[in-house]
């Protein structure tokens, strides 16, 4: 059933992701001929330079406009899922947790598009894309590099699927109400927000107090763990340790909003 | 024969109002039952709770001997009382969507169905006329081989040629060993293929009565009861 959620949540939210970064795509490489043409010529065309200048800004501006589609564009299927959707999604027989974690992975993956669009569109207008110099940069890739950012990959993942969850929860919030939902649901994600911090805040002050005596006679040096030449252990066991928090949140999160959409639906 | 719907002790608050107050009732199989009552006495909120859309305050609802959960949305086929299909999708995908969630789903009945409403595959819903999203609404909650039926308003909002063609529908697509209730104002045009109603005032069950035996009863017809009843 995940897997028929998800082709039909890929289905409905590419049909509007898909055609606006197609077009966008079109105007950076246009923006990108152009501007062949158009330079050294602001003596001769002072007026297309402005023109110029311009339709660069559109471009880059459309970029931005193509990543907060890719990231909103699933919290809003959310939130319709908590409203007039959700008639028909919530009355099929699938389990909420799975209509959280298809919402979950479809943003991630528009999200992960996006940055990625956004990278390579931004390399095209700026023109540093090159075959050779990536053949160059990956013939340079070492093991440690592949562990390193397979790490961090995951962190930006745990990241982009705990900012969605922070927003499904927000959602999930305000739909206990059969008014104000939008407001609400924004009013709940500042709220959530502020409360995530207070809560991190006072987590780390705790631990600094009262764990402080007995770290502090405690070697953390790469050292004492792997022996002397291992610091790529140390900073992958870090990146790890920092991965495995933030999903303790996300995974507090998804609990928090799947609670509230088993025990306390309340469909408008 | 033992019920297919039980609702017991059912109770639904919204603050200090009572939508549901302690709501009571049984529907054995091949009963097509009349959901009766005047504006705000919690028929919609009966028919979200039994779809696994709300969660009641107190009280339970069994179907086919299990509450409600992922079980019962597979065995029920519920028809909300607003357009609920995805606007974006065509014909074709509501279909698919469908078949691909429901075992109990007859895609080539639903084809059938929407092809005599001149529904093209490729057609958008957004692009469909409010009736014919509702009609084909209908044909796909009815295209199902359900144990149990919700249709919420299935009449409401439509002409009368329209309302005629979803009571035909209904009709005959619903099998005799499933059960079917529907909620509507509109008692005039269903009396006739009515087997029970159930009467909800104030959130509770003002009676639940075999249609014949309250026409031979009240020597009055089902609508002229309700007008009596329900009487400002």
Known sequence: MLTNLLHYEFKSTGRVVLPIAAGVLVLNIFTNILSHFVQNTSDRLPLAGVAMALLALASAVSLLVVLAICFFIEIQQFYRLLGERGYLMLALPVPIWQHIAAKVICGTVWTLFGMVFFTLCGMLTTDTVSGSGFALDFSRVTAEDVAIWSAMLLIILALIAGALLHAYLACAFAAQFTQQRLLISIAAYFVIGFIGQMAALVTAVFVAFRGYKYLNNTNFSAASFFGPDNTLGVIVLTLLAVFALIAIVDALLWALTQWLMTKRLNLA | ?232
């Open chain 2, 1 to 232: 024969m033992d019920a297919i719907y039980e609702v017991h002790g059912l109770t639904k608050r919204y603050g200090r109002t009572a939508a549901l107050n302690g709501v009571d009732f049984a529907v054995t199989p091949g009963k097509l039952v009349g959901l009766l009552g005047p504006n705000g006495s919690g028929k919609t909120t009966l028919m979200k709770i039994s779809a696994g859309l709300l969660q009641p305050t107190a009280g339970s609802v069994i179907i086919d001997k299990v509450p409600v959960g992922v079980f019962t949305k597979a065995v029920t086929s519920y028809l909300p009382d607003r357009m609920a299909l995805p606007t974006e999708f065509t014909a074709d995908d509501a279909v698919s969507l469908y078949a691909d969630f429901f075992t109990d789903f007859d895609k080539v009945k639903a084809n059938a169905m929407l092809a005599d409403l001149h529904i093209g595959g490729r057609d958008k819903i957004d692009s469909m006329s409010k009736g014919t999203q509702e009609k084909m609404q209908l044909c796909l909650t009815m295209s199902r081989a359900a144990r149990l039926y919700l249709l919420d308003e299935p009449l409401g909002g439509v002409d009368p040629a329209a309302r005629d063609y979803i009571l035909s529908t209904i009709m005959h697509n619903y099998s005799e060993d499933a059960a079917l209730m529907l909620s509507t104002h509109l008692i005039g045009d269903i009396e006739k293929v009515l087997d029970e109603v159930i009467l909800l005032q104030d959130g509770k069950v003002l009676r639940q009565t075999a249609v014949d035996e309250l026409r031979e009863e009240t020597g009055e017809s089902v609508d002229a009861y309700f007008r009596e009843v329900y009487k400002c």
